[in-house]
């Protein structure tokens, strides 16, 4: 009761618990339902309000109840040690129904900076640089609408992230659709502000062209970094139709200017048809590790991965995953498809085969949903997302 006369107005109350002055809950107002820690405003100063409420998920109305302010996602928790956490906390859909609040990456909060942040989801909305079918520009939308399905644990493997580090959607990146170039600069920009400060972007495409900005400015700060690829082609092309910068050539780009350390990237899921007998000299040539799809059919990838980890050592990395290394059966919704690909669990084993890794930067790109009406395409990009978050450096394993 004490709560309801804080709250002051006619308030369902679905759960409470109280410790402190703080109380932690979720609660109904009139037509919004929301969820987060109420904290009593004598006990702040107007700019601790004011970097709560900039704090509040998404779904919330910050500032609505002037009394009180929403801070953070964390809210419902019944597991004792997960109270008060000062990490942002997707809210669970035993209690925030997933539909509801802005759309975000797996409903955390969105920021408007990287400032502050141990890892950050990042859009970049750009599809100018496809070959075949457009469309990626709308893959991190699509990934974020996808990504309410999933949870905050990764029982699997153990993984804690939220718990672990301070994360949070950082919205997307401006892009200029009608010059790539331009693009590729204000990516290139917006990724050294981010990694500046030594946060690590998990970045959702977008086509692949993306990967060479980032890695600029991930290579600006780390130094030239290990690449696990994955993906149906190399992206090592050297130029299209007079043009040295599309979606087939990040990597070709990325050797150029020194961003690769090239004894330490592997390329795995490489397959299709080609213009050309030799299609994988030129990677060889500069020592990368070229796994062809047919030499992963039908097989645990843990093996590969093991191999993997020692070739990249203790040294930064790179996870660069364009979802069109899926089969397309799994994952139709992409510009490039190529048949006979990889399944969802070897991604599954790809991925958790990085843990350990000193990883620097991740992507998921080439989602292109308009190609897959049924979402799997971007929900299965959305999982990939938070497997690449599970094996951060700094997530605790249970
Ligand atoms: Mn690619």
Same mark, same amino acid.
């Given at each position: 009761m004490e709560a309801l006369r804080l709250?002051?107005?006619?308030? +369902?109350?679905?759960?409470? =618990? @109280?410790?402190?002055?703080?109380?932690?809950?979720?609660?109904? &107002? $009139? /037509?919004?339902?929301?969820a987060g820690r109420l904290e009593s405003p004598c006990s +702040?100063?107007?700019?601790? =309000? @004011?970097?709560?409420?900039?704090?509040?998920?998404?779904?919330? &109305? $910050? /500032?609505?109840?002037?009394?009180?302010?929403?801070?953070?996602?964390?809210?419902?928790?019944?597991?004792?040690?997960?109270?008060?956490?000062?990490?942002?906390?997707?809210?669970?859909?035993?209690?925030?129904?997933?539909?509801v609040g802005v759309c975000s990456l797996f409903k955390l909060p969105i920021r408007t900076s990287a400032e502050g942040l141990d890892a950050a989801f990042v859009g970049v909305p750009l599809d100018t640089g496809t070959s075949n079918r457009?469309?990626?520009?709308?893959?991190?939308?699509?990934?974020?609408?996808?990504?309410?399905?999933?949870?905050?644990?990764?029982?699997?493997?153990?993984?804690?992230?939220?718990?672990?580090?301070?994360?949070?959607?950082?919205?997307?990146?401006?892009?200029?659709?009608?010059?790539?170039?331009?693009s590729c600069r204000q990516i290139r920009e917006a990724f050294q502000t981010i990694v500046a400060g030594g946060c690590i972007p998990l970045t959702m495409g977008g086509d692949h062209t993306i990967t060479y900005p980032i890695l600029q400015a991930v290579a600006e700060k780390h130094g030239p970094v290990g690449l696990v690829h994955v993906d149906a082609h190399t992206d090592t092309g050297d130029q299209a139709l007079g043009e040295k910068i599309y979606h087939g050539t990040p990597f070709r780009r990325c050797m150029e200017e020194g961003l690769l350390d090239c004894k330490r990237v592997a390329q795995i899921g490489i397959r299709g048809s080609s213009y050309t007998r030799d299609p994988y000299k030129y990677c060889w040539d500069q020592g990368f590790r070229v796994v062809l799809a047919e030499d992963c059919?039908?097989?645990?990838?843990?093996?590969?991965?093991?191999?993997?980890?020692?070739?990249?050592?203790?040294?930064?990395?790179?996870?660069?995953?364009?979802?069109?290394?899926?089969?397309?059966?799994?994952?139709?919704?992409?510009?490039?498809?190529?048949?006979?690909?990889?399944?969802?669990?070897?991604?599954?084993?790809?991925?958790?085969?990085?843990?350990?890794?000193?990883?620097?930067?991740?992507?998921?790109?080439?989602?292109?949903?308009?190609y897959d009406l049924s979402g799997n395409t971007a929900l299965l990009g959305a999982n990939l997302l938070f497997e690449m978050l599970c094996v951060l450096p700094g997530v605790k394993t249970t």
């Open positions: 709250l002051g107005c006619k308030t +369902q109350f679905r759960m409470l =618990v @109280r410790k402190k002055s703080s109380f932690l809950g979720a609660w109904r &107002l $009139p /037509g919004t339902f929301l +702040q100063t107007s700019q601790q =309000v @004011r970097a709560a409420a900039g704090s509040a998920w998404p779904g919330s &109305l $910050p /500032g609505a109840r002037s009394r009180f302010c929403l801070k953070s996602v964390s809210s419902e928790r019944f597991a004792p040690r997960h109270f008060f956490s000062d990490f942002n906390i997707p809210p669970s859909a035993e209690f925030v129904a997933r539909p457009p469309g990626a520009r709308f893959g991190p939308r699509h990934i974020r609408a996808e990504s309410a399905m999933v949870r905050r644990f990764n029982p699997s493997t153990g993984a804690d992230p939220y718990h672990s580090l301070m994360v949070a959607d950082i919205g997307d990146v401006n892009v200029n659709l009608y010059d790539l170039k331009d059919w039908m097989k645990s990838l843990v093996p590969l991965m093991a191999e993997v980890r020692k070739q990249m050592g203790d040294r930064p990395v790179y996870i660069s995953f364009d979802i069109d290394g899926i089969d397309p059966a799994y994952a139709p919704g992409t510009g490039t498809p190529e048949i006979a690909g990889l399944t969802p669990a070897q991604a599954l084993e790809i991925i958790r085969g990085c843990q350990g890794l000193n990883i620097v930067g991740c992507d998921l790109v080439e989602v292109a949903p308009m």
